[in-house]
């Protein structure tokens, strides 16, 4: 019975009315009838939110760092029992990423290296060689130390002359110039040798000629121990492109 129908109503209980039910509940609910008849639109559904491309790069890297914190923590035994992480291993957890990443540089610069010896035997002695000069002197892994630690330990090392690109024991009097341990000729021929080499390439200087002193033309990456020191003890000018260096 619909008088004893009390609002909210719905649009089937209206449509259901007798016209006298009808009549009875327009005069005493007429704005719950109203209601039930055109009921309000429902709410708009939210819109995601909007984040630039930026935004989401930085998202993406916030959540990829508090996962590799998270397990950083449960690998060294850091969470305790109520689930927290305490604040020092944020700390130790940077320390590691940035050791990390010194370590990924440092492998990319001795392979670099590497690849411009051929020469070089990949021997753990010949790595503790090298490395122990390094250390010794505070020196970085980078590919210009790499070279001074070479020169320096030379003596001491295995290599495989067979793979050098030059005369050990000959010092290269071409005009030209070495890059990663490739010769590459000074303007061959294109100038109908109307264009010199610069000194120092393979061109004798006459000042030096004159006075006697030997003209050194090869790089000190390139030498033998041996020779390294006769030069230092014969050349002037190689002793102090040495000491600029």
């Known amino acids: 019975m619909s008088i004893l129908l009390t609002p909210p109503f719905t649009r089937q209980q209206i449509d259901a009315m007798h016209a006298k039910d009808y009549d009875f509940v327009c005069k005493k609910y007429p704005e719950a009838v109203k209601l039930a008849l055109a009921p309000p639109p429902p709410p708009p559904v939210p819109t995601p939110p909007f984040f630039p491309r930026s935004e989401i790069k ?10 590799e914190y998270l397990s950083f ?4 035994g850091h969470i305790l029992g109520d689930g927290t992480i305490p604040e020092f291993v944020w700390g130790e957890f940077l320390k590691s990423k940035n050791e990390a990443a010194q370590l990924k540089g440092a492998e990319a610069e001795a392979e670099k290296w590497l690849a411009a010896h ?11 060689t090298v490395w122990d000069y390094l250390s010794e002197h505070d020196l970085a892994v980078n590919v210009g130390n790499l070279d001074k630690a070479f020169v320096a330990v030379r003596s001491s090392l295995s290599l495989d002359e ?14 030209g110039f070495y890059r990663n341990g490739q010769f590459t000729e000074y303007d061959p021929g294109k100038s109908q040798n109307t264009v ?4 120092g390439l393979g061109q004798l200087d006459p000042s ?3 006075s006697g002193e030997k003209q050194v033309t090869k790089r000190a990456s390139q030498m033998s121990a041996e020779e390294y020191q006769r030069n230092l003890n014969e050349s002037p000018s190689f002793r102090k492109r040495m000491n600029e260096s």
């Open 208 to 210: 030096k000629v004159a």
């Open 73 to 76: 923590a449960k690998k060294n």
């Open 58 to 67: 930085k998202i993406a890297v916030a959540e990829e760092m508090a996962a």
């Open 196 to 199: 010199k080499a610069p000194l």
């Open 118 to 128: 051929p020469e070089f035997i990949t021997s753990e002695s010949n790595r503790k």
């Open 162 to 175: 067979t793979k050098l690109p030059y005369d050990i024991d000959q010092p290269d009097t071409r005009v």
